[in-house]
C-alpha cells in the first residue's frame, strides 16, 4: 500500500479505528471520515504519533453532499483514491420482528444501506475517471444468516451484500474490485452495547463461535487491506466470512 491513498468511514472507533492504522503501517495515506470528530481526531493522532499520514473529515454518510466532500478532501489532500473500507454502521435493539420499530428500521435502512450505496457512488465515480481501485464494504455475519431478534440489523447487512455483488460485476472490467467482509462478534464497543452490558449475554455470544471468542478489531482489519492490496487483484464480488466458524455451524 505504499504510495497509495484510503478513506474509512466510521474510523473514529472499533474495526474502523484498526483498519486506519493497518492501512497507514503499510504505507497508505489514510483520510478517516466520522460522524463523532473527538473520536475521527484521535485515530489520525495514532496515526501520525506512530509516523503515519492521516487526515480527518467530518462526515455523516447519511448525506450524500458529505460523502462528495469527503472523496474529494481525500484526493485534494492526497492526490487520489486507491482504496475505500464502507464500515459505518449501526445496530438495531434486540426485539422479536413484529415488535421492532419503524424508527428503528429507518435508522439502520439509512445508514447501513443508503450509508454504503452514498459511499460506493462517490467513490468509483472518482475510481472511473482516475485507473480504478478497491472499495470493501463492511457487512456482517449477519449479512448471510438470520439472527433471532435483530431483524432490521440482518436485513441491512443482507442488502450491503447485495450492493457488493452487484457494484463489483458492474465495474469489474473499468478496474474496481469491490468486496465486503463479514465480521462475527468482534471485540468492541458495539459488541458490549449489543449485549446491554450482560456478561452471560456476552458469553452465550462468544459459544456461537467455534473458535471460543471473539475476534479482535486488527484481525478484521487485516482482510480488509489485503482485499485492498494487489495481492487479492483476482477476488472481487466476494463477502469473506471471518467469524471464528459461525456460519459454518
Same mark, same amino acid.
Given at each position: 500500500m505504499i504510495g497509495k491513498v484510503a478513506l474509512v468511514t466510521g474510523g473514529g472507533s472499533g474495526i474502523g479505528r484498526a483498519t486506519a492504522i493497518k492501512f497507514a503501517s503499510e504505507g497508505a495515506s489514510v483520510v478517516i471520515g466520522n460522524r463523532n470528530e473527538k473520536a475521527g481526531q484521535e485515530t489520525v493522532d495514532l496515526i501520525q504519533e506512530a509516523g503515519g499520514k492521516a487526515s480527518f473529515c467530518r462526515t455523516d454518510v447519511t448525506k450524500l453532499e458529505h460523502l462528495q466532500n469527503l472523496v474529494k478532501y481525500t484526493v485534494d489532500t492526497y492526490g487520489g483514491l486507491h482504496a475505500a473500507f464502507n464500515n459505518a454502521g449501526v445496530h438495531d435493539p434486540q426485539a422479536m420482528t413484529t415488535e421492532q420499530s419503524e424508527e428503528t428500521f429507518e $435508522? $439502520? =435502512?439509512? +445508514?447501513? +444501506? !443508503?450509508? *454504503?450505496?452514498y459511499s460506493m457512488k462517490c467513490e468509483i465515480e472518482h475510481m472511473l475517471e482516475n485507473g480504478g481501485g478497491a472499495i470493501v464494504n463492511n457487512s456482517s455475519a449477519a449479512g448471510v444468516i438470520g439472527f433471532p431478534g435483530h431483524a432490521h440489523y440482518v436485513a441491512s447487512k443482507h442488502a450491503v451484500l447485495g450492493l457488493t455483488k452487484t457494484a463489483a460485476v458492474e465495474y469489474a472490467k473499468q478496474g474496481i474490485r469491490v468486496n465486503a467482509v463479514c465480521p462475527g462478534g +468482534?471485540?468492541? !464497543? =458495539? *459488541?458490549d452495547t449489543f449485549a446491554r452490558g450482560d456478561s452471560a449475554t456476552r458469553e452465550y455470544i462468544k459459544s456461537l463461535h467455534p473458535i471460543g471468542r471473539l475476534a479482535q478489531p486488527e484481525e478484521i482489519a487485516n482482510a480488509v487491506v489485503w482485499l485492498c492490496s494487489d495481492e487479492a487483484s483476482f477476488v472481487l464480488g466476494q463477502g469473506i466470512n471471518i467469524d471464528g466458524g459461525l456460519t459454518a455451524i
Open positions: $435508522l $439502520l =435502512m439509512d +445508514v447501513n +444501506v !443508503r450509508g *454504503a450505496w +468482534v471485540e468492541t !464497543r =458495539m *459488541a
